[in-house]
């Protein structure tokens, strides 16, 4: 690894309802050298709920970063520390979910109105732990397009010891867009972002949102500190697999797709035998592995298959790729 690169350099964004450790242990199957998110984890869930569940990972997953929702100072503080002591490398406070169920909570996008309370957020949570603590938010709130109200947010938060700023180069609109439309309509500004880091040199700045080639992740590192990949990462995980080499001076990721699938299937044998984990919560992340080739449809169906749950993984493997050799 070339440890004069940015930590940042190339990351997979968090994801609700995909990025959990199942969907992480693929991801690094494909990518030695990319940064993995967790899904926004509340403060509330680890305040009173099961705070194994939500922070157990894989050792396979590093490097690895705790992705946190809320807006309570204190609670923030103590669940960053729950991250340290937990053994991830990096907390990250999310300022840019626009999903209703956030806002109800107060955190996420509409914490961008409130920059002097993220800071509260941020210092207490740098004061507890010995780790990065970074932010991901959105370039503007609504449809206003003020670069001023996102270079203040930035500048406020970095003064309370934020060193790292993940920035969805889109708006979040808080009214009249699901959280699905609000990664597809708000219009792309990467100038926004590019001019951010122009502003405050001092800070890694990494963007987010609608790259999904290697030309489009080399065209930003010209300018940026990092780039990080969501939906296209999970829908044509393949994609992964070219990282390494392109951005990190490193061998390939992995070998063959084949070779991927294989690892899977070890593992969720193993999943089943620690944990009790069925197969088809593991393969589900992994059904775009073989997109583009011939026989990915068939292959996607058997594993998507429910009516195969009760067979034991490497059975429903050897399914899949006799439906592939059917298919040629």
């Not at 960053?80 to 956030?102: F, K």
């Not at 003020?146 to 500048?155: N, T």
Request: net charge positive; glycine share 8%.
């Amino acid at each position: 690894m070339n440890q004069s690169l940015s930590p940042w350099r190339m990351s997979v964004a968090p994801m609700m309802d995909w990025t959990d450790r199942h969907c992480r242990y693929f991801h690094r199957l494909l990518s030695r050298h990319a940064l993995l998110y967790t899904e926004m984890v509340t403060t509330g869930a680890l305040l009173h709920g099961d705070v194994a569940r939500h922070l157990r990972f894989n050792a396979e997953e590093y490097p690895l970063a705790l992705q946190l929702g809320g807006s309570e100072p204190a609670d923030l503080a103590h669940c960053a520390r729950l991250g340290a002591q937990w053994g991830y490398d990096e907390i990250n406070l999310n300022c840019g979910c626009p999903s209703e169920r956030v806002r109800r909570g107060a955190f996420g996008a509409c914490l961008m109105k409130e920059p002097a309370l993220v800071a509260d957020c941020v210092k207490a949570m740098v004061d507890a732990v010995d780790l990065p603590v970074t932010v991901k938010h959105r370039i503007g709130i609504d449809r206003a397009q003020s670069y001023a109200f996102v270079r203040d947010f930035v500048g406020t938060v970095a003064d309370a010891g934020c060193r790292v700023f993940i920035v969805h180069a889109r708006n979040a609109w808080l009214q009249g867009l699901s959280p699905k439309q609000n990664r597809e309509v708000p219009p792309l500004r990467y100038e926004v972002v590019h001019q951010l880091k122009r502003d405050f040199p001092h800070l890694a700045i990494v963007v987010n949102g609608g790259i999904s080639t290697l030309d489009q992740m080399a065209a930003q590192l010209q300018h940026l500190d990092g780039v990080m990949v969501g939906r296209e990462a999970y829908h044509n995980p393949w994609f992964l697999a070219g990282w390494d080499a392109a951005f990190h001076g490193a061998s390939a990721g992995a070998s063959t797709r084949e070779s991927v699938e294989a690892d899977m299937v070890a593992y969720m044998e193993r999943e089943a035998a620690a944990h009790g984990t069925p197969w088809y919560a593991i393969a589900r992340h992994m059904l775009g592995l073989r997109n583009g080739l011939p026989g990915a449809r068939p292959w996607r169906q058997v594993w998507s298959d429910h009516r195969l749950k009760l067979l034991p993984a490497r059975e429903v493997q050897a399914l899949a790729h006799g439906a592939v050799r059917k298919a040629a």
